[in-house]
T-cell receptor
Framework: GAVVSQHPSWVICKSGTSVKIECRSL??????MFWYRQFPKQSLMLMAT?????????EQGVEKDKFLINHASLTLSTLTVTSAHPEDSSFYIC???????????????FGDGTRLSIL | DQQVKQNSPSLSVQEGRISILNCDYT??????FLWYKKYPAEGPTFLIS?????DKNEDGRFTVFLNKSAKHLSLHIVPSQPGDSAVYFC???????????FGTGTSLTVIP
């Protein structure tokens, strides 16, 4: 259980293009979804936290107008990188958890990530 | 400021031996800790967790130890297998909104 699907797994596009990444929870209702960015040989850096039906909470230094996050349903969150530039090239990973889970602390479950390459 | 630290970027272990991966944290409010395993170009996979009310949690070949006074946790893998070769991240949460803080990862190589 607790499967998270992320799509696409790899996207290459020209500078100035906007790119949408989808994150879906396949077998549970994700009340909270997280978006991370990982640079080579570095840790996962949290970009934003989104609760279903609410505006995302962005971490310091993350441009909310650049990285648009929508979490309109309990099974889908999207990250749109607007007017992407080469410096936006990175590995983006989503994770999901649910406040509906019982039994105390629960781990986040991750998608497989999206490798974004901007030419 | 890195609240969760993994000071060893890499570790090599012979197959069959024990792998010990270490993690330190600075925030005394952290009360839930996890280890994730990550292969290249894939998302992290949850491995094992431990709550601050325990000092040890075991699941098959994987055991996590927590030393709250030292703000230190470790993951033991025994016996190590070549398929265990991956990057291992530790993560911590203060259970105040289920945000997790991740270490920088340790790349484990198990040599056949």
């Amino acid at each position: 259980g607790a499967v998270v699907s992320q799509h696409p797994s790899w996207v290459i596009c020209k500078s100035g293009t906007s790119v949408k990444i989808e994150c879906r929870s396949l077998d549970f209702q994700a009340t909270t979804m997280f978006w991370y960015r990982q640079f080579p040989k570095q840790s996962l850096m949290l970009m934003a936290t989104s609760n279903e039906g609410s505006k995302a909470t962005y971490e310091q230094g993350v441009e909310k107008d650049k990285f648009l996050i929508n979490h309109a349903s309990l099974t889908l969150s999207t990250l749109t990188v607007t007017s992407a530039h080469p410096e936006d090239s990175s590995f983006y990973i989503c994770s999901a958890s649910s406040l509906l889970w019982t039994g105390g602390n629960q781990p986040q479950h991750f998608g497989d990530g999206t490798r974004l390459s901007i030419l | 400021d890195q609240q969760v630290k993994q000071n060893s970027p890499s570790l090599s272990v012979q197959e069959g031996r024990i792998s010990i991966l270490n993690c330190d944290y600075t925030n005394s409010m952290f009360d839930y800790f996890l280890w994730y395993k990550k292969y290249p170009a894939e998302g992290p996979t949850f491995l094992i967790s431990i709550s601050s009310i325990k000092d040890k949690n075991e699941d098959g070949r994987f055991t996590v130890f927590l030393n709250k006074s030292a703000k230190h946790l470790s993951l033991h893998i025994v016996p190590s297998q070549p398929g265990d070769s991956a990057v291992y991240f530790c993560a911590a949460s203060a259970n105040t909104g289920n945000q997790f803080y991740f270490g920088t990862g340790t790349s484990l190589t198990v040599i056949p």
